[in-house]
């Protein structure tokens, strides 16, 4: 991926934990992902008293795109950490590696853990979900 396009979204994943809605965990996490139309969709986890109704950001940004009509994604970048300081690389968790493999290839798609600018890791789906399931399993 281009150097240019991994540090703008980056950048946009750092700026939208400022919408994280996080009084339970204070675990900040932000996200932007890349559509194949070039556009690029934000999230931020969204949490809820009753739990089970929290929104991960990168479910978020997914939905977002999803609910406007784009279906196809080259790449997601993700940051997160206690209170928005970005210490460790966050990992998407198990649902939203689920929810990546309804929408894109595991070969190609590619998910940007970063903690900075400079700092960042790209895994593609297929590697940190192997095996999945997903809609060719019912074709
Ligand atoms: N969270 C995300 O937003 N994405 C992930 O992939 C991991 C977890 C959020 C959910 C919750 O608001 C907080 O992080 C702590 O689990």
Known sequence: ??????????????????????????????????????????????????????????????????????????AICVVGGKEGILTEYAAPCGVCRQVMMEFCDPDTFQIIMAKSRQEYEIYTLKDILPRGFGPANLA
């Open 1 to 74: 991926m281009d150097k240019k396009r991994i540090e703008e979204m980056i950048d946009l994943a750092i700026g939208q934990m400022e919408f994280s809605y996080v009084p339970y965990s204070h675990f900040r996490v932000g996200a932007a992902l890349l559509g194949k139309n070039g556009k690029l969709y934000t999230g931020c986890n969204i949490e809820n008293a009753a739990y089970t109704p929290t929104n991960c950001a990168e479910r978020t940004a997914f939905f977002k795109a999803v609910s406007e009509g784009v279906r196809e994604f080259d």
